[in-house]
């Protein structure tokens, strides 16, 4: 079943020099491609529709904070099972608990700052898509 993700390189996978490194593991997936591409900064209202589900969590301010620090790369990835594949392929929240191999697992140093956003279900992929790229058919 091909899918679209919405995936965004977080401030710190920018700010590391690992768009390539993040980049080349989603290109070198067999069967996906990546449709749309762009560096930004967000600001604080895209981002709160963003991860709106997450307001009034202890975590949530200083999370708004960190996703405004630099740039992000937002990506769209399509190919079979995409929304699971990019779940597995940027592993659990915590990187302490992401197996190595796995991008969280490999780079990710706090929790908050674990490089790699993706959608994380269909519903979440269509809300998120729409926020990032409106202009998608
Ligand atoms: P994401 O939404 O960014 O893809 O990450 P996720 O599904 O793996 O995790 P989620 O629970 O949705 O949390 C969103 C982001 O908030 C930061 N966070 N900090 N305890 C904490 O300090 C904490 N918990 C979550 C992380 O950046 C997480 O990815
Ligand atoms: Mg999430």
Do not use: C
Request: zero cysteines; proline letters at 6%; charged letters at 25%.
């Amino acid at each position: 079943m091909s899918q679209r993700s919405l995936v965004l390189l977080k401030p710190d996978a920018v700010r590391r020099g690992l768009i390539g490194e993040i980049i080349g593991r989603i290109e070198r997936k067999a069967g996906w491609a990546i449709t749309a591409l762009e560096l930004r900064t967000l600001d604080q209202d895209t981002l709160e529709q963003h991860y709106g589900e997450h307001k009034g969590k202890p975590f949530y301010e200083p999370l708004m904070g960190f996703m405004q620090s630099g740039p992000v790369v937002a990506l769209v990835v399509e190919g079979e099972r995409v929304i699971e594949g990019l779940r597995t392929l940027a592993g659990p929240t915590d990187p302490i608990a992401a197996a190595p191999g796995s991008i969280r697992g490999d780079f990710g140093t706090i929790v908050r700052e674990n490089l790699i956003h993706a959608s994380d279900s269909e519903e979440s992929a269509t809300r998120e898509l729409k926020i990032f790229f409106p202009g998608l058919v």
